[in-house]
């Protein structure tokens, strides 16, 4: 209802919120985004589903079981780089101790050049660093995510937080042999998060990440917007946004 969208503006608690940057590698043009980035199969889900949408939200479940029905799966490389630190869940209020805290000031968000972990002396080309993992795989999955759910029945990344200066990255490989049925019983899980704790699932807090498809097709779904496949890069901003809550 209105008065539940109404009465955080009354009330007036913001706190800052992450943003992130994400560059297409192919034409170096750079985006902000403050939600999610997803590829394989939940991008598919998306995108696929573009044409059924006369039929509301069922067009998401339909298309997702058509996809577990085909599970296709996306050759590339992926680097990130980690944060370790234990996962609890953000109560997206005051005293989260991972988010920053309410009136704290950073400087990114009265910046117009923001800094970037990936740049590099003029003519040199970005090395990555020891500290960086990679995987090169066939991805049945992929999400990079700031929020929580991408959708109201959707738990994608249950321990992201507003301001921690991390993105909830979530994989799947194809090597991991998961089944047509595991992969249902896990989708079933999503609602509350609870897939995230299955071993064949990678669930990682990263500052940074770069990607590199092999395959010559392929779906990039940038905060609810299709972007034109190719190798791409995202990067953290802490506390560059403001919300109101």
């Not at 101790?97 to 590099?120: K, Y």
């Not at 937080?161 to 992969?183: A, H, I, P, Q, Y």
Request: glycine content about 8%.
């Amino acid at each position: 209802p209105a008065w539940a969208a109404a009465w955080p503006l009354v009330r007036g608690h913001g706190r800052p919120a992450d943003g992130f940057s994400y560059w297409d590698r192919a034409t170096g043009e750079r985006q902000i985004a403050m939600l999610s980035l997803t590829h394989a199969m939940i991008a598919d889900v998306d995108i696929l589903s573009e044409g059924w949408r006369w039929m509301g939200d069922t067009r998401f479940v339909l298309q997702t079981l058509v996809q577990l029905a085909r599970l296709p799966s996306y050759s590339g490389k992926l680097e990130y780089l980690p944060v370790e630190r234990g996962l609890a869940r953000c109560p997206k209020e005051r005293s989260c101790p991972h988010c920053l805290a309410p009136g704290a000031e950073d400087p990114l968000r009265e910046a117009t050049d923001l800094p970037s972990i990936f740049a590099t002396e003029a003519g040199k080309v970005w090395t990555r660093p020891d500290d960086w993992e990679v995987v090169e795989d066939e991805f049945v999955y992929l999400l990079a995510s700031k929020s929580t759910n991408l959708d109201a029945g959707t738990c994608c990344s249950p321990y992201a937080c507003l301001s921690d200066g991390c993105l909830d990255l979530t994989f799947v490989e194809k090597s991991k042999k998961m089944s047509r049925w595991d992969s249902l019983m896990t989708f079933l899980k999503i609602e509350t998060g609870d897939h995230v704790h299955d071993p064949r699932i990678t669930y990682r807090k990263v500052r940074a990440l770069r990607y590199t498809p092999k395959t010559a097709e392929g779906i990039v779904v940038l905060d609810g917007e299709r972007q034109s496949f190719g190798p791409f890069q995202l990067e953290v901003h802490t506390g560059l946004l403001g919300v109101v809550l």
